[in-house]
Nanobody, 114 residues
Framework: QVQLVESGGGLVQAGGSLRLSCTASGSIFSANAIVWYRQPPGNQRDVVAVLRSGGNTSYANAVKGRFTISRDNARNAVYLQMNNLKPDDTAVYYC????????WGQGTQVTVSS
């Protein structure tokens, strides 16, 4: 079973950048899509970015033009480049596939200070 590990989060000032990484014990690309989700404090987990097996991507309106999802087949990894970060981007970020989900990883905390 795929085990997911997210990394790359941290504390950054507004306007800064971070790159999140998602790796897995099994082939992360066995799914037809990989999704970055985020869960702000006290809120539900929402979709941030989607990378489909054909290479198509889509983004939540709140992050369009600032976030980029990409993949590295050789490293079995998916990335989320986050630029021009805003305090509203503060959340725990997770990667997974669309429902039905693999077991969730621990996520990586992103905190953006104003």
């Amino acid at each position: 079973q795929v085990q997911l590990v997210e990394s790359g989060g941290g504390l950054v000032q507004a306007g800064g950048s971070l790159r999140l990484s998602c790796t897995a014990s099994g082939s992360i690309f066995s799914a037809n899509a990989i999704v970055w989700y985020r869960q702000p404090p006290g809120n539900q987990r929402d979709v941030v970015a989607v990378l489909r097996s054909g290479g198509n991507t889509s983004y939540a309106n709140a992050v369009k033009g600032r976030f980029t999802i990409s993949r590295d087949n050789a490293r079995n990894a998916v990335y989320l480049q986050m630029n021009n970060l805003k305090p509203d981007d503060t959340a725990v970020y997770y990667c997974n596939k669309p429902y039905p989900f693999w077991p969730w990883g621990q996520g990586t905390q992103v905190t953006v200070s104003s």
